[in-house]
């Protein structure tokens, strides 16, 4: 499995834009994308334009087939439109689970 992690500064006036394109791009992403196993969006508790994004897929092909769905392209404009440029910042990782939880996911 692969993990995602983003960090990411929003305009404070383009807040409400970024909710909506956000929540298109998770809520699609997991219904959607049979390797898209989790797609979590977070409010930093003291920064209220800092999100975090937690998104977990089955493997490095479902993360490329993520990039190529027509949601990640709105995502893509919408993120363009409210981030602060240079600050979104990316982090994978590969996810080592127990056999118990390989087997629920594969």
């Not at 969006?41 to 092909?61: G, Q």
């Amino acid at each position: 499995m692969l993990s995602l992690i983003v960090s990411v500064q929003v305009k404070p006036e383009k807040r409400e834009r970024f909710l909506e394109v956000i929540a298109d791009n998770a809520a699609r992403s997991v219904r959607d994308e049979p390797g898209c196993l989790r797609f979590d969006v977070v409010e930093h508790a003291e920064e209220p334009n800092r999100f975090f994004f937690y998104e977990l897929y089955r493997d490095t092909e479902a993360f490329a087939e993520h990039k190529t769905a027509p949601h990640f392209a709105g995502w893509r404009a919408g993120a363009d439109e409210c981030l602060v440029p240079g600050s979104q910042v990316n982090t994978f990782a590969e996810v080592l689970v127990s056999e118990s939880d390989a087997t629920a996911h594969a």
